[in-house]
């Protein structure tokens, strides 16, 4: 067989790396459940038709079907495809199972997503995702609008990680503000306003003119609110400085200022009112959110999400909810690549329990298991090679202490390969100091 | 959107049994890292040539294609499978990595797997395997094989599940004994002997015949071979009373003793001899496992795998290997269809903190982040309504406390809402008792 090569978009970390993601996934977790939310996972495959009800990503489906699909069978496999993020499952879940969940919901969700698009840095074909998603039953308060940058505030900075803004925006400010200029399709003026960044003022003024029939006067104007961006509730001000009222604006700006205030309660700095952050043309109706990365905002955000009114209904009951999304493999991606996360070692193993000759096997695995008692995780020597080579053995893996058991009623002793310092111990008693018992990620 | 329905072999378990099953993903997870198997997790996909390599299981792939194929695309996408098991990814991400990796390379993966087979009880199309496997470079030590009952046995008894019997055989007993009394195709006659729990010893017997060429006296002879059960090493005599003669049986007889009473020293009662255990067609050459849950032996392993010498190679350079997987889903399955598993409650929050008027839920923020600090999972009622109904918030959910901020200097207080009592408290100070803190899973 002939060395197989890495598929494009379809990352696979090293085991060392692996032992990063897991860290970081035990975190996040940790700070989801911290909050309340409850796990959940859902299948990995959604019918088609529900996958395409977004339209726009449908470019991006991976379908899947069986190899030996029976001639007569029936379309069901046929029409499943891989979901591409872990929202529209949700909420495909949530109406499945409205009769069993209790409402608000809160639930957390870490899956893999795919998607068909062109890979590049920070852009994966199979990624990680980490989402938090509050569901509520006809209406939905807004105070877990403000709730959403608290976890993921916390949950990033719980990581050895560059700090974090969260930008946020709520749609209804846009909204409400187009409307008050005379501007009749907001979808199409927010579709323009965001891309500012990529295309910058100018274009997206004459994008305006063009896409959204926006007089010179009220592209300035689109312009001028999206230039807007405060770390607190004077964001409000500029707002109103612009001169423009509408009702759907100032519940906007209520609910944005709740948030802002809410996140600088709780973590001053964390959270920054940018106007100018529209999350393209989802499917979002309230609060939006987008998280930089110092040092690697070219990448574009780390977290985003918002709020939607109108994703699940059944018949005349709706759910909605609001929900932010972790890319964590984008994140691990991009701090990976420039070499910012490192691990004490390439195995959880903390010792190696030699072994004198292959008779004395036995009784290395009665230590081994001694020291697993204890909770220390431990190897014993695949061979029972000359010492030198069993502690190189240990070295090459980072494992930070090899256990020689007594020849002939003498004492155990375990070794620091890392000092050379080696002392008498006796398995079941002997433990490592806390800093070596799991390896650091730092 | 009309209610959305399950999809038959695609599992979902609500949030309370996705808890019970991190917890056992977390307990399998722990005792694999005690015994120093560094993480790994591959791509969901692999290339379908390499899915097919082993020829039998072609029909149960599943295979994805971009739904907007580009009409030019290469070959790239539309050849790619899902794994439908993870030892031939890491059969394959060893042969890719070989340069970097340590051998002997102890691995663990628990990854979600595909297959397009017919749905049944204990049967998906999606489910978690739990995989550990060790491979080294040319030559793989056999104390290796006698390793991989321990870590299971420890993984297995760490569950609130019954009792589990792991039974062992070896395919060079097998081999060797059907060679000893001079059949010549081992593999048919394995496939014959391996349908004994299937169709009985009568049929075995004429498939002997029929597709091994067995004569009424060396069919006799394979069927008691099969026959051979022990706890202990005692299997050996068992087999020796045969009264037949191979190298390749007494190398088989030698590893299996060795794997046996390892087992035994470790824990007595873990591992059987059994040696109607073939394991189908697979790959395996060594050592082979098999494990039976009590009460639940009509379906099927829970746990399987064995030592295999010819799944990776490149060039003059093989990697032989031993592995067993968990299969986690099968498990919970069966589990949670007999009511076997429970959770304390549907959500990890530990206190629910009242919000009295919603000027006050800044308050009940502050209480809540201050129970967070004590990692004490927390929620904020999501509504100001009257303390009965918040209460009733918390029951629903299995939430066992309820804080009640102090109004205008007066002491917060703490209820037990299953006791009723309740008593004064200073968040940040207060913590509940171990056993609240998390859900429990019995």
């Keep these: 067989m002939s060395k197989p090569t890495p598929i494009s978009g379809f990352p696979e970390w090293t085991p060392a790396q692996r032992m990063i993601e897991q860290f970081v996934l035990d975190r996040i977790r940790a700070t989801f459940e911290l909050y309340g939310f409850a796990p959940l996972e859902t299948r990995a495959v959604e019918p088609l038709d529900q996958l395409l009800r977004k339209g726009e990503t449908s470019k991006e489906v991976y379908v899947i079907r069986r190899l030996h699909e029976e001639p007569g069978a029936t ?3 046929d029409s499943l495809g891989l979901h591409f993020d872990l929202t529209v499952p949700f909420a495909r879940y949530v109406l499945e199972n409205a009769g069993k969940l209790q409402f608000p919901f809160r639930r957390y969700q ?3 997503v ?4 062109r890979p590049q840095e920070g852009r994966y074909r199979e990624f990680v995702q ?5 569901v509520d039953r006809d209406t ?6 403000a709730e959403m940058p608290l976890v993921i505030g916390d949950a990033l900075r719980s990581l050895p990680i560059p700090p974090v803004t969260i930008q946020v925006n709520n749609r209804k400010i846009c909204e409400g503000f187009y409307r008050g200029i005379g501007l009749t399709d907001p979808e199409a003026t927010l579709r323009a306003v965001d891309k500012l960044d990529k295309i910058g003022p100018a274009k997206v003024a004459d994008l305006l003119a063009e896409t959204a029939g926006a007089s010179p006067a009220q592209a300035k104007a689109c312009l001028a609110l999206a230039e807007i961006s405060a770390p607190d509730a004077s964001f409000a001000d500029a707002v109103h400085a612009l001169g423009v009222t509408d009702p759907l604006l100032e519940e906007g700006i209520a609910e944005l200022v709740a948030v802002v205030q809410t996140a600088a ?3 001053p700095g964390l959270c920054v009112a940018d106007l100018r952050i529209a999350r393209g043309l989802d499917y979002y109706t309230g609060t939006v959110y987008e998280t930089q990365l110092a040092g690697y905002e070219r990448f574009g955000s780390i977290c985003s999400g918002g709020r939607y009114d109108n994703l699940a209904s059944a018949g005349a009951v709706s759910y909605p909810g609001v929900g932010i999304s972790i890319g964590v493999t984008r994140l691990l991606g991009l701090l990976f690549g420039a070499g910012e996360l490192s691990v004490s070692r390439s195995v959880p193993t903390c010792v ?10 036995t009784a290395s695995n009665r230590v081994a298991e001694a020291l697993r008692r204890q909770g220390v995780p431990t190897e014993v020597s695949p061979s029972a090679a000359k010492f030198g080579k069993q502690i190189r053995y240990a070295e090459r893996r980072g494992i930070p202490y090899v256990w020689f058991p007594g020849a002939e009623g003498a004492a155990d002793e375990v070794k620091d390969i890392r000092s050379g310092t080696q002392v008498e111990a006796v398995a079941g008693q002997w433990t490592p100091p806390a800093a070596d018992r799991t390896p650091l990620v730092g």
């Design 75 to 77: 379309a069901g496999d």
């Design 110 to 112: 870490i899956q893999k």
């Design 114 to 117: 795919w998607r068909g698009e």
């Design 130 to 134: 980490a989402d938090i998603d509050i």
């Design 140 to 145: 939905l308060a807004a105070h877990h609008e």
């Design 265 to 267: 309660a709780h973590s």
């Design 352 to 361: 190696l329990v030699a072994v004198a000759n292959e008779e004395q096997r």
